[in-house]
C-alpha cells in the first residue's frame, strides 16, 4: 500500500498546484494558530493551554494606548526589546491613532505588524480612573458562555454501562473585568461519560494597582492561577510554547501570575498569590492547595503516578478523584540593575501520599529517577544581560526530595537580533536525570525539564517584504533510559524549514518540512534488543485564498513518511479545503472543510487543523482511510451575543469500527454537533 500511497500523495500535491487561483489576505486567526501553534501537536494539552490562553487574549486584546511591556510579552513571537520600542514610540507620538502605525516601529517587520494586530488595539484615550468600589462596578464588563457537545454516537462505555453519565459534555463560564486591573471568574465543565459537573473552578485577581510613588501590587490572585518564573525550570505552570515560539522564551524571567480560566484540569494552583514591585525590586509570595487524582500502588501504601486527564467517567477513575492531596509553597525576588535582571525561587511541595514510581523490570526502569517520596524541594538563579544586538538569558535549578534524591538542571540562551529582518537564537540545556520538577515546565523534547542535553539553534528571516524564512536544528542526547529505549542512553535530531512567501496583498503560500529522528528500541531476529533511529519526516503545503473581501478558501497538504530499522516505510498524506465566508454584513460566518486522510499505519497517522468553536482545542490526528467534513456557524444577532454551531462527520472507509475499550464506536461513521453561546455585556 505504501507504493499507492506515494503516488497519491505526489497526485494530490500536483493537484494542489494546479487546481488553486493566486490571490491571499492579511494574516487571520486562523492560519496564525495553523503556522505558529501548529507544530505542537504532539503534546496535546500542552497545545490546548496553549490556543484557549491565546484566544483570551484574542478576544480581549490589548490597547496599545495603555500597554505595558509585560502585557504585550503575552503576545508570542514579539520580544522585549521590540516590546519596549512600542512603547517608547507611545511615548514619543502619543497616542497611537490605529494599528497600522506600527510599521512605523523599527524592530517590527511585516508579519511582526500582523501578528500583533491579532492581539491589540488602538483605543480611545481616556481619563485615568482609580480602582474604587464604585468604579469597579460602573466601568465593567461581563461575559456569559455556555457550550454543549452532542456525540450522535453510542462508545462501548455507553453500550455496557461502564460509564456512569450520559454522552453529553457541556462548559459553562461566567468572567468578570473592569478597567484592566479587576478580574474574576468561574467555570465548570462536564465531560462525555461523567455524571454531573465534576470540575469547578474561580479565581478574583486585582492587577497593576499603583500603592505610591515607585510602587505597585502587579498581581493579587485568590483562587486557581498559575505562576511562572526564570524560564521554568522550577516554576511553570503555565503554558510552554513549541520550538517555532522561542521568541517569548527568551523575552523575560519575570512573568508572575496570571490566572486560570481554561477548561483544561490540571497544571494550576488553587489558593492564594501575592507580587509587589518597589522600585528595581519585585516580591512574589504563593500557597496552594489542590487535590490531585493518583493511581495507587498494588498495598496501597503509594502513588505511582498522577492522573491529569481530569476524566471521571467509570466507577474505576472516579474512585481515585481527589484521592491524592498537594500543598505547595514558595517565592520569587526579581531585581534589576541597569541591563542585569536576577530572579531567585523557591518552591517546596508536600503530598499527603508518598510517591512510589514503579521501575522492578527492564522496560520500567526508566522511572527510576521520577519524583518519590512526600516531599520535593526546587530552587533556582535566573539571569539575564542586554548588551547591543545581544541578549544572554538563562536559569540554573536545583532539586532535592524527602527519598535522597537530588538533581541539577540549567537552561541558557543567547539572542542576536542584527536587524529587523533577521533573528539568530542559541539555546544550550542540561538537564540532570535526578532533577525533579512536578512544578516546572521548560524549553525540551520531554514533557518535563529531566534526562535531556541538548543545543538548539534558530535562525527566523525577513529576506523581502514578502518573504520569510523560519528554521531551527536541535541536537539532543538523553544521559538515562526512555520508555522506549531500555539498555542505554540515547540520541535525537530534529529540525524544521519553513518559508511563507506573500508576492503580494491577496495571496500566501506556506511550504514546511520538518524530520525528527530519535533512538528507540528495536527487536532483532536473535530476540536481542538494540537501538536504531526511528525517524519521522513531514511535509505541510499551505495555500489561501482570498476571492472576495467576504470569501477565503484555504487549502492545505500533509504528508508523512516513518523508517525505522528494517521495517518498511509508514507512509500518509492528507488534502483538505476549507471555504471561510462572511454574509449579511458580517452578521453570519461561515465555515467549511473537507478532507481527505490516506495512511498506512496509526503510527503515521496526519495531524489536521480545523474549524472550532471558541475556547475549542482545533488540532486533530487521523489514520488510514477517512473522509472529514466540518461546517460552522457563527451569528450575531444582536450587539455582543454570539450564537455558534458546529457539526462535524467523520467516515472511515477502510475499517467498521473505531477507537478501543469503552471509547470503542461500532460504526465507521461517526458524528457530533456542538452548541454555543456567548453574551458579553
Known amino acids: 500500500m505504501g507504493t499507492n500511497l506515494l503516488h497519491k500523495f505526489i497526485f494530490a500535491f500536483f493537484a494542489f498546484f494546479t487546481t488553486q487561483v493566486v490571490c491571499f489576505a492579511q494574516l487571520n486567526w486562523n492560519t496564525f494558530v495553523e503556522d505558529y501553534i501548529f507544530n505542537n501537536e504532539e503534546n496535546g494539552s500542552q497545545t490546548e493551554l496553549i490556543y484557549e490562553q491565546l484566544n483570551e487574549l484574542r478576544l480581549h486584546p490589548i490597547d496599545l494606548n495603555t500597554a505595558?511591556?509585560?502585557?504585550?510579552?503575552?503576545?508570542?513571537?514579539?520580544?522585549?526589546?521590540?516590546?519596549?520600542?512600542?512603547?517608547?514610540?507611545?511615548?514619543?507620538?502619543?497616542?497611537?491613532?490605529?494599528?497600522?502605525?506600527?510599521?512605523?516601529?523599527?524592530?517590527?517587520?511585516?508579519?511582526?505588524?500582523?501578528?500583533?494586530?491579532?492581539?491589540?488595539?488602538?483605543?480611545?484615550?481616556?481619563?485615568?480612573?482609580?480602582?474604587?468600589?464604585?468604579?469597579?462596578?460602573?466601568?465593567?464588563?461581563?461575559?456569559?458562555?455556555?457550550?454543549?457537545?452532542?456525540?450522535?454516537?453510542?462508545?462501548?462505555?455507553?453500550?455496557?454501562?461502564?460509564?456512569?453519565?450520559?454522552?453529553?459534555?457541556?462548559?459553562?463560564?461566567?468572567?468578570?473585568r473592569s478597567m484592566n486591573h479587576v478580574y474574576a471568574s468561574i467555570q465548570?465543565?462536564?465531560?462525555?461519560?461523567?455524571?454531573?459537573?465534576?470540575?469547578?473552578?474561580?479565581?478574583?485577581?486585582?492587577?497593576?494597582?499603583?500603592?505610591?510613588?515607585?510602587?505597585?501590587?502587579?498581581?493579587?490572585?485568590?483562587?486557581?492561577?498559575?505562576?511562572?518564573?526564570?524560564?521554568?525550570?522550577a516554576v511553570n505552570t503555565g503554558i510552554s510554547y513549541g520550538k517555532n515560539m522561542q521568541a517569548n522564551v527568551l523575552s523575560s524571567i519575570d512573568k508572575g501570575f496570571s490566572p486560570h480560566s481554561s477548561f483544561v484540569e490540571s497544571n494550576y494552583l488553587s489558593g492564594g498569590a501575592f507580587r509587589y514591585r518597589y522600585k528595581k525590586f519585585t516580591a512574589s509570595v504563593f500557597g496552594a492547595f489542590n487535590k490531585l487524582d493518583g493511581n495507587f500502588n498494588s498495598d496501597s501504601t503509594g502513588i505511582t503516578s498522577i492522573k491529569t486527564d481530569g476524566l471521571h467517567r467509570t466507577t474505576l477513575e472516579y474512585s481515585k478523584r481527589h484521592n491524592l492531596e498537594e500543598t505547595n509553597i514558595g517565592g520569587n525576588l526579581h531585581w534589576e540593575l541597569n541591563k542585569f535582571q536576577f530572579s531567585f525561587t523557591s518552591m517546596y511541595t508536600h503530598y499527603s501520599i508518598p510517591l512510589t514510581p514503579v521501575y522492578n523490570t527492564r522496560a520500567s526502569l526508566y522511572r527510576r529517577y521520577n519524583p518519590s517520596g512526600k516531599e520535593l524541594l526546587n530552587y533556582s538563579v535566573a539571569y539575564s544581560y542586554k548588551f547591543g544586538k545581544f541578549k544572554f538569558i538563562g536559569e540554573t535549578a536545583f532539586s532535592n526530595t524527602s527519598t535522597g534524591q537530588g538533581g541539577f538542571a540549567t537552561f541558557n540562551g543567547l539572542r542576536f537580533r542584527p536587524n529587523i529582518r533577521n533573528n539568530v537564537q542559541l539555546l544550550v540545556r542540561s538537564y540532570g536525570a535526578k532533577y525533579t520538577a512536578i512544578q516546572g515546565h521548560a524549553f525540551s523534547e520531554n514533557a518535563k525539564p529531566q534526562n535531556e542535553q541538548g543545543i538548539y539553534v534558530s535562525w527566523t528571516s525577513s529576506l523581502t517584504p514578502s518573504l520569510d524564512i523560519y528554521t531551527y536544528l536541535d541536537l539532543m542526547r538523553f544521559p538515562w533510559l526512555k520508555?522506549?529505549?531500555?539498555?542505554?542512553?540515547?540520541?535525537?535530531?530534529?529540525?524544521?524549514?519553513?518559508?511563507?512567501?506573500?508576492?503580494?496583498?491577496?495571496?500566501?503560500?506556506?511550504?514546511?518540512?520538518?524530520?525528527?529522528?530519535?533512538?528507540?528500541?528495536?527487536?532483532?531476529?536473535d530476540k536481542s534488543v538494540s537501538q536504531d533511529f526511528n525517524t519521522r519526516q513531514t511535509v505541510k503545503l499551505q495555500h489561501t485564498v482570498q476571492i472576495h473581501p467576504k470569501l477565503t478558501l484555504v487549502t492545505t497538504a500533509n504528508g508523512i513518511c516513518i523508517t525505522f530499522a528494517k521495517n518498511s516505510p509508514e507512509v500518509g498524506f492528507s488534502i483538505a479545503e476549507n471555504v471561510r465566508w462572511t454574509v449579511i454584513k458580517s452578521l453570519l460566518r461561515l465555515n467549511f472543510s473537507l478532507s481527505y486522510v490516506d495512511t498506512d499505519t496509526y503510527n503515521a497517522r496526519v495531524y489536521n487543523y480545523e474549524p472550532s468553536l471558541l475556547y475549542s482545542f482545533g488540532i486533530k490526528s487521523y489514520y488510514y482511510q477517512a473522509?472529514?467534513?466540518?461546517?460552522?456557524?457563527?451569528?450575531?444577532?444582536?450587539?455582543?451575543?454570539?450564537?455558534?454551531?458546529?457539526?462535524?462527520?467523520?467516515?472511515?472507509?477502510?475499517?467498521?469500527?473505531?477507537?478501543?475499550?469503552n471509547q470503542q464506536i461500532k460504526s465507521s461513521f461517526r458524528s457530533d454537533i456542538q452548541l454555543l453561546l456567548r453574551y458579553t455585556f
Not at 511591556?69 to 512603547?87: M, S
Not at 506600527?102 to 491579532?118: A, C, F, H, P, T
Not at 531500555?486 to 518540512?513: N, V
Open 483 to 525: 520508555s522506549d529505549v531500555s539498555t542505554t542512553s540515547s540520541f535525537g535530531i530534529d529540525y524544521m524549514a519553513q518559508a511563507t512567501w506573500a508576492p503580494g496583498e491577496k495571496h500566501q503560500f506556506l511550504l514546511r518540512y520538518h524530520i525528527k529522528s530519535k533512538q528507540k528500541d528495536y527487536t532483532n531476529e
Open 627 to 661: 473522509i472529514r467534513t466540518i461546517l460552522v456557524a457563527n451569528v450575531t444577532p444582536i450587539n455582543g451575543l454570539t450564537l455558534s454551531a458546529r457539526y462535524s462527520m467523520t467516515k472511515y472507509l477502510d475499517h467498521d469500527t473505531t477507537g478501543s475499550g
Open 188 to 233: 465548570t465543565e462536564k465531560d462525555e461519560g461523567e455524571r454531573g459537573y465534576d470540575y469547578i473552578a474561580g479565581y478574583v485577581m486585582l492587577k497593576d494597582i499603583n500603592t505610591g510613588k515607585n510602587s505597585e501590587i502587579r498581581e493579587l490572585i485568590v483562587g486557581n492561577y498559575r505562576a511562572n518564573f526564570g524560564l521554568g525550570l
Open 68 to 176: 505595558t511591556v509585560e502585557q504585550l510579552l503575552q503576545i508570542p513571537t514579539i520580544t522585549e526589546e521590540q516590546a519596549q520600542d512600542i512603547i517608547n514610540y507611545r511615548n514619543k507620538n502619543y497616542p497611537f491613532e490605529s494599528t497600522g502605525e506600527l510599521m512605523y516601529v523599527k524592530s517590527l517587520n511585516r508579519e511582526d505588524w500582523e501578528i500583533i494586530q491579532l492581539f491589540c488595539f488602538a483605543g480611545e484615550v481616556q481619563r485615568y480612573k482609580p480602582v474604587t468600589l464604585k468604579n469597579t462596578f460602573k466601568y465593567c464588563k461581563h461575559e456569559v458562555f455556555l457550550r454543549s457537545d452532542f456525540p450522535l454516537y453510542l462508545t462501548e462505555g455507553q453500550r455496557n454501562g461502564n460509564y456512569r453519565g450520559n454522552r453529553m459534555r457541556n462548559k459553562l463560564r461566567y468572567a468578570f
